[in-house]
């Protein structure tokens, strides 16, 4: 990445954490009381909760729940990869090449 890349990129997130920061300010003054009702079983917190940390907690699950799957994945791949890496090494060790 270059210079103007670099740039580009700061004032990218420059913007969004002044986008996220107006938000707190103006929402930090309003909560929500939250509950869960299943019909035979029904739940309330004690304390009601601000708009932004609902927000924020729920972009936070989100993106795990996007991001775990995607990690889980590439560990596999990693190790797939570490496995076959070894099996070519095994098969060039043992000096028997074998026509294609």
């Given at each position: 990445m270059g210079r103007y890349g670099w740039v580009a990129l700061l004032l990218l997130l420059a913007l969004v954490v002044g986008v996220v920061g107006l938000f707190y300010v103006q929402n930090s003054a309003r909560t929500t009381q939250l509950s869960l009702d299943l019909g035979f079983a029904a739940w309330r917190l004690q304390q009601p909760v601000t708009v932004p940390a609902l927000v924020g907690g729920s972009a936070a699950?989100?993106?795990l729940l996007g991001f775990l799957p995607v990690w889980m994945q590439s560990l596999a791949r990693g190790r797939r990869i570490k496995r076959l890496e070894?099996?070519?090494?095994?098969?060039?060790?043992?000096g028997a090449a074998k026509p294609w």
């Open positions: 699950v989100g993106f070894s099996q070519v090494a095994l098969q060039q060790d043992s």
